[in-house]
């Protein structure tokens, strides 16, 4: 299975763009690419998911490199509700019993 | 309200003694996961169960147990044999089929050791 390499730590000013990347170079043709969050104490929330096109809905964008080796997941006015641990997961569409859910980036909105 | 609720939120053991956690979902959904989280780390997968009446070890199962009579219900046991139990542990569902798989989790319980 791919897995995947991200910061450990980011800073946004609330109001801005939060841009989240993630390496998952090893990724095969067909693993997808997932995004949750967790907020402190909290059970993880799925934000979005992709295999090749970017993709947008209500909470954030996810941008997909051509090559499939990168992602970049975008908050497009950061609050600071969206402060939150944030895991990048690729893992196969069928059978998805394999989430590996790292470390992921702490982001945190400052005022 | 559809969702995922596990309970207790907090829940303390003793030495040498077994305890359970309860994970319910009313979403429908076929397939249920168990995670656990320790302090500044990711969830690391303990079982999970694709169908009533069957369940697969994660990556972390030694000292747990779960069972699966019910769709909704996925209870696990923290057994004795379970060193290091002290962690917040967190359920999941999905619908476990096609490319949108996601799990929905719930609040999490967490587990400390008197």
């Known amino acids: 299975d791919a897995k995947t390499t991200q910061p450990t730590s980011m800073d946004c000013a609330e109001g801005r763009a939060a841009n989240l990347p993630c390496n998952h170079s090893?990724?095969?043709?067909?693993?997808?690419v997932y995004w949750y969050r967790q907020i402190h104490s909290q059970g993880p929330q799925y934000i979005i998911h992709g295999l090749k096109n970017n993709e947008t809905n209500e909470m954030a964008s996810l941008i997909i490199t051509e090559d499939r080796k990168s992602s970049t997941l975008i908050l497009p006015h950061a609050t600071l509700r969206d402060t939150a641990v944030y895991y990048c997961?690729?893992?196969?569409?069928?059978?998805?019993?394999?989430?590996?859910f790292g470390a992921g980036t702490r982001l945190t909105v400052k005022p | 309200d559809g969702g995922i609720t596990q309970s207790p939120k907090y829940l303390f053991r003793k030495e040498g003694q077994n305890v359970t956690l309860s994970c319910e979902q009313n979403?429908?959904?076929?397939?249920m996961y168990w995670y656990r989280q320790d302090p500044g780390q990711g969830l690391r997968l303990i079982y999970y169960?694709?169908?009533?009446?069957?369940?697969q070890k994660g990556d972390i199962a030694e000292g747990y147990s779960v069972s699966r009579e019910k769709k909704e219900s996925f209870p696990l046991t923290v057994t004795s044999a379970q060193k290091n139990p002290t962690a917040f542990y967190l359920c999941a569902s999905s619908t476990e089929t096609g490319p949108k798989n996601i799990q929905y989790f719930g609040a999490g319980t967490r587990l400390s050791v008197l």
């Open positions: 169960s694709q169908i009533v009446n069957d369940f």
């Open positions: 997961i690729v893992s196969r569409g069928y059978n998805n019993n394999d989430m590996r």
């Open positions: 090893t990724i095969s043709g067909n693993e997808y």
């Open positions: 979403l429908n959904h076929d397939a």
